[in-house]
């Protein structure tokens, strides 16, 4: 039992220290789910790319954006690993950090086909699996 409270413990002392960013991933993520319902991954990126363009940087770690938009997803509606892709490559291009969104696929024997979105910066996946579960998929494209 100690050990879930504390859990609990650390799991709030996050949100408080990362409330605004908590809230900045809900708001980019809704408004990228909403973007890919009503449109298509180009429609989104598009906004994206005329957002960033126009605003001041946003500073914000690479960790809490990718931690802040994992949480955020937890309550979005169809808030998938692509819409989560793009919602991250947003708040990393506002804080002039450059990543490659990668889409893979795999199709194993007795397994359907699967398509997978996940974020790398520098090299090293941020969001979406870890580079051992991803060694399964075959890289399609990187966006």
């Avoid at 409270?5 to 605004?20: D, F, N």
Wanted: net charge positive; hydrophobic share 45%; glycine share 6%.
């Amino acid at each position: 039992m100690s050990d879930r409270l504390e859990r609990l413990r650390r799991y709030v002392r996050l949100i408080r220290r990362h409330h605004r960013a908590l809230a900045y991933a809900f708001v980019v993520l809704v408004r990228v789910r909403i973007g890919l319902w009503r449109g298509s991954y180009r429609s989104v990126q598009s906004w994206i790319d005329r957002s960033v363009a126009r605003r001041e940087p946003h500073d914000i770690p690479v960790n809490v954006a990718a931690w802040s938009v994992t949480q955020a997803a937890r309550v979005v509606p169809g808030a998938l690993c692509l819409a989560q892709a793009l919602a991250v490559r947003y708040m990393l291009l506002r804080a002039n950090r450059e990543c490659v969104i990668r889409i893979g696929v795999k199709r194993g024997e007795n397994e359907p086909f699967g398509a997978h979105a996940w974020v790398l910066h520098e090299g090293r996946c941020i969001i979406g699996g870890t580079a051992e579960n991803l060694q399964s998929f075959n890289r399609l494209v990187d966006l």
